[in-house]
């Protein structure tokens, strides 16, 4: 089981850059996927970015491409997000998600972090 933990978030100005963080304890395999989601008032739950914890096969929303990365550390225990060029539409709860090896499915959901990007 691999349990995991975002920080990070807070309220920037639009145009402005965080970085959220992903902490994980447990199986981080290199072929599992550690993701990134995000959900706004009155919206449901999107996808924003992917990546295997290997570092490969980065994958993007397209409403963050060319603006957010994703990324891992070299030990496999955190994952991150960088978001730059932010947007007032970029506001939302920010979820940490990660799959079992070789799935496509989000097994694992962390607690949540608060972005808010005013205008």
């Known amino acids: 089981q691999v349990q995991l933990v975002e920080s990070g978030g807070g309220l920037v100005q639009a145009g402005g850059s965080l970085r959220l963080s992903c902490r994980a304890s447990?199986?981080?395999?290199?072929?599992?996927?550690v993701g990134w989601f995000r959900q706004a008032p009155g919206k449901e739950r999107e996808f924003v970015a992917r990546i295997r914890w290997s570092g490969d096969s980065a994958y993007y929303a397209d409403s963050v491409k060319g603006r957010f990365t994703i990324s891992r550390d070299n030990a496999k225990t955190t994952a991150y997000l960088q978001m730059n060029s932010l947007k007032s539409e970029d506001t939302a709860v920010y979820y940490c998600a990660a799959g079992r090896p070789f799935s496509v499915v989000y097994d694992y959901w962390g607690q949540g972090t608060q972005v808010t990007v005013s205008s």
């Open positions: 447990g199986r981080t395999a290199d072929n599992s996927r």
